[in-house]
């Protein structure tokens, strides 16, 4: 009999109690393994609860003997029986003191061989996995993620509930707005030649939420990016969205602290000491290299510029002569590395822009790759500066200062992981503010928006716009943790003539802006209170919550980093009445 005909699960396989011993239980699930030794036959039967063993025996009725002989990996099954204590207890199993004596065995569907063994921590290659995700995902460690995002997804739910958040959906099929990375565009079959696009955020939609007062807006918000991916992006990604009104940045960070402080308590029964430090955006580079340090070693950047433009080594003078910087890391006990290992350090900053690296071993007898250009006292006074010792490593870059932080900041964290030097039970929170509001974009030759072109300028900076835009600063903020930015926001601009203005820094004309973002504007005639809000990347939480190295491992269906789809193999071609109906014609593009 292959149905569950007359049969109620009384549980989940692993969610029995011990008050029902030598009570009758129904339990349904996957067989992981069966082991037939004659007259007897034991199965461990396995859902997303954990296993249990199955015992048939010469106690069981004959025919369910024969069943069970038929069993094999994967097959569904139904069964009845005693719950008892085994004689021979597993250690290494949740229920190993337990067992299901069955009397009645069904076997609901068979199965073909996996393609791979369903266990925990496999080392099969991920692209025959995601090929094959749905067995995938039926692996133990996998099915314990997916659980976990459910639950920090109700976390936070309850956590903004409780703070006067009101979710509120915001569409899917918006407009077109480009800036930044690419839409998703979705054709118009009603409006020919128009087209949708997919959110890349609900920015729009939740600033319009505030004007119209509903004051705390939340969102587990699906967004789009049409962009170049990396191993850690995906097309579609998940945001923890937020908006608030009548607030200041000091509001929604002290928010955003209790929300984490909440979270990690629940999740990890761990105590994030508050409130978080706090970085601008200039002391982050300047110390660490990069806007989303990992605080969980020290080995920060040491800018010896003055003393490197005083040698004869042209590496050093030529960068500062170009208005560049030198600057050094100082690895601790670093002297010992060899060549070789140095030698793939300076292969692996030019990843960074850096055309090179500079390197001194403070031994007794020092050694470097420049030290004909320099004397034991110049050496000394570097040691003094950066406060070296012996038995350290020294290693350098020239060039402009944005090559050298790039470079260095990813450099010590190479190294940090390269030594062991990263305390990996350690939760380290940091915000940077001050971000800059505008960077030049050379290759578009105009401003281009360091967060997003709604982002208000800090007041004191608001003169700078009209002289020297590069130098304002927004009312931005990223909350960082462990290296990764696990969220960002800002207070939003709520005036008009000020949006207009930035609008036009970015090169937007009026006609341009208004085709863009002519309903939000048109909205803000009918005011608007002060605002702001954030983001955190819920996949990239849940990572880190997971102790998982991508974001694809809390996915359940995610996209390899051509942003296709290995299990059903989109994107695919669709019928030619499908695109005529759209007024589509397709142009070969494979030569382009």
Same mark, same amino acid.
């Given at each position: 009999?292959?149905?569950?005909?007359?049969?109620?699960?009384?549980?989940?396989?692993?969610?029995?109690?011990?008050?029902?011993?030598?009570?009758?239980?129904?339990?349904?699930?996957?067989?992981?393994?069966?082991?037939?030794?004659?007259?007897?036959?034991?199965?461990?039967?396995?859902?997303?609860?954990?296993?249990?063993?199955?015992?048939?025996?010469?106690?069981?009725?004959?025919?369910?003997?024969?069943?069970?002989?038929?069993?094999?990996?994967?097959?569904?099954?139904?069964?009845?029986?005693?719950?008892?204590?085994?004689?021979?207890?597993?250690?290494?199993?949740?229920?190993?003191?337990?067992?299901?004596?069955?009397?009645?065995?069904?076997?609901?569907?068979?199965?073909?061989?996996?393609?791979?063994?369903?266990?925990?921590?496999?080392?099969?290659?991920?692209?025959?996995?995601?090929?094959?995700?749905?067995?995938?995902?039926?692996?133990?460690?996998?099915?314990?993620?997916?659980?976990?995002?459910?639950?920090?997804?109700?976390?936070?739910?309850?956590?903004?509930?409780?703070?006067?958040?009101?979710?509120?959906?915001?569409?899917?099929?918006?407009?077109?707005?480009?800036?930044?990375?690419?839409?998703?565009?979705?054709?118009?079959?009603?409006?020919? +030649?128009?087209?949708?696009? /997919? %959110?890349?955020?609900?920015?729009? @939609?939740?600033?319009? $939420?505030?004007?119209? #007062?509903? !004051?705390?807006?939340?969102?587990?918000?699906?967004?789009?990016?049409?962009?170049?991916?990396?191993?850690?992006?995906?097309?579609?990604?998940?945001?923890?969205?937020?908006?608030?009104?009548?607030?200041?940045?000091?509001?929604?960070?002290?928010?955003?602290?209790?929300?984490?402080?909440?979270?990690?308590?629940?999740?990890? +029964?761990?105590?994030?000491? /508050? %409130?978080?430090?706090?970085?601008? @955006?200039?002391?982050? $580079?300047?110390?660490? #290299?990069? !806007?989303?340090?990992?605080?969980?070693?020290?080995?920060?950047?040491?800018?010896?510029?003055?003393?490197?433009?005083?040698?004869?080594?042209?590496?050093?003078?030529?960068?500062?002569?170009?208005?560049?910087?030198?600057?050094?890391?100082?690895?601790?006990?670093?002297?010992?590395?060899?060549?070789?290992?140095?030698?793939?350090?300076?292969?692996?900053?030019?990843?960074?822009?850096?055309?090179?690296?500079?390197?001194?071993?403070?031994?007794?007898?020092?050694?470097?790759?420049?030290?004909?250009?320099?004397?034991?006292?110049?050496?000394?006074?570097?040691?003094?500066?950066?406060?070296?010792?012996?038995?350290?490593?020294?290693?350098?870059?020239?060039?402009?200062?944005?090559?050298?932080?790039?470079?260095?900041?990813?450099?010590?964290?190479?190294?940090?992981?390269?030594?062991?030097?990263?305390?990996?039970?350690?939760?380290?929170?940091?915000?940077?503010?001050?971000?800059?509001?505008?960077?030049?974009?050379?290759?578009?030759?105009?401003?281009?928006?360091?967060?997003?072109?709604?982002?208000?300028?800090?007041?004191?900076?608001?003169?700078?716009?009209?002289?020297?835009?590069?130098?304002?600063?927004?009312?931005?903020?990223?909350?960082?943790?462990?290296?990764?930015?696990?969220?960002?926001?800002?207070?939003?601009?709520?005036?008009?003539?000020?949006?207009?203005?930035?609008?036009?820094?970015?090169?937007?004309?009026?006609?341009?802006?208004?085709?863009?973002?002519?309903?939000?504007?048109?909205?803000?005639?009918?005011?608007?209170?002060?605002?702001?809000?954030?983001?955190?990347?819920?996949?990239?939480?849940?990572?880190?919550?997971?102790?998982?190295?991508?974001?694809?491992?809390?996915?359940?269906?995610?996209?390899?980093?051509?942003?296709?789809?290995?299990?059903?193999?989109?994107?695919?071609?669709?019928?030619?009445?499908?695109?005529?109906?759209?007024?589509?014609?397709?142009?070969?593009?494979?030569?382009?």
């Amino acid at each position: 009999m292959n149905t569950i005909e007359g049969m109620k699960r009384s549980c989940l396989v692993a969610e029995f109690t011990s008050e029902q011993e030598g009570s009758e239980l129904t339990l349904m699930g996957w067989c992981h393994r069966q082991r037939d030794i004659g007259n007897l036959v034991f199965i461990t039967l396995r859902d997303r609860s954990g296993e249990l063993q199955l015992v048939i025996d010469d106690q069981s009725p004959v025919e369910i003997l024969e069943i069970a002989r038929q069993v094999r990996s994967e097959f569904v099954l139904a069964c009845k029986g005693i719950l008892r204590k085994r004689q021979d207890i597993n250690p290494n199993m949740p229920t190993g003191e337990w067992e299901l004596h069955v009397n009645e065995l069904r076997i609901l569907s068979k199965a073909k061989t996996p393609p791979f063994y369903i266990e925990e921590n496999i080392d099969t290659g991920e692209s025959l996995r995601l090929e094959y995700r749905y067995l995938d995902l039926r692996r133990p460690d996998l099915q314990k993620k997916i659980i976990k995002r459910h639950r920090i997804t109700k976390w936070t739910r309850d956590f903004f509930e409780q703070q006067g958040f009101i979710e509120i959906e915001t569409p899917m099929l918006i407009k077109s707005t480009p800036e930044g990375a690419r839409d998703y565009l979705v054709p118009s079959r009603v409006f020919p +030649g128009k087209f949708f696009a /997919l %959110p890349q955020s609900p920015q729009l @939609y939740k600033q319009l $939420l505030m004007l119209s #007062g509903y !004051d705390r807006y939340m969102q587990i918000a699906k967004c789009f990016r049409d962009e170049d991916l990396r191993a850690d992006r995906q097309p579609e990604f998940t945001q923890i969205d937020l908006e608030m009104s009548f607030v200041q940045a000091e509001d929604i960070m002290e928010l955003i602290e209790n929300y984490l402080a909440y979270l990690w308590d629940k999740s990890e +029964g761990y105590q994030i000491d /508050l %409130p978080i430090p706090r970085l601008t @955006y200039a002391e982050a $580079l300047r110390r660490f #290299g990069l !806007d989303n340090p990992d605080l969980r070693f020290a080995m920060e950047l040491h800018d010896v510029s003055a003393l490197a433009s005083q040698t004869d080594f042209r590496v050093f003078s030529g960068a500062i002569e170009n208005g560049g910087s030198v600057q050094l890391i100082v690895v601790p006990q670093g002297s010992s590395m060899t060549r070789r290992e140095i030698d793939s350090l300076t292969d692996y900053v030019k990843d960074y822009r850096a055309k090179g690296l500079a390197w001194l071993a403070l031994e007794a007898e020092p050694r470097g790759s420049f030290l004909k250009f320099v004397d034991h006292a110049w050496i000394e006074q570097v040691k003094t500066q950066v406060a070296a010792e012996t038995g350290d490593l020294l290693l350098f870059v020239a060039d402009q200062t944005d090559v050298v932080y790039d470079a260095l900041g990813h450099l010590r964290e190479e190294i940090a992981k390269r030594l062991n030097m990263i305390d990996e039970n350690k939760w380290s929170f940091v915000w940077i503010t001050e971000f800059p509001m505008f960077e030049y974009n050379e290759d578009e030759d105009r401003y281009v928006a360091v967060h997003h072109p709604f982002t208000s300028p800090m007041d004191e900076d608001l003169h700078l716009l009209e002289t020297d835009p590069e130098l304002c600063r927004a009312k931005a903020y990223d909350i960082v943790l462990n290296g990764n930015e696990i969220g960002g926001g800002s207070i939003r601009i709520h005036d008009e003539d000020l949006q207009n203005k930035v609008f036009n820094l970015l090169g937007l004309s009026k006609e341009e802006s208004t085709e863009r973002f002519g309903f939000l504007l048109k909205a803000f005639q009918y005011g608007v209170p002060p605002h702001g809000g954030l983001a955190f990347g819920l996949d990239r939480l849940v990572m880190l919550l997971t102790d998982s190295t991508s974001i694809r491992d809390v996915i359940a269906f995610p996209k390899v980093q051509n942003s296709s789809c290995l299990m059903s193999n989109a994107p695919s071609s669709v019928a030619e009445d499908q695109l005529t109906e759209l007024g589509i014609e397709l142009t070969d593009l494979t030569d382009s």
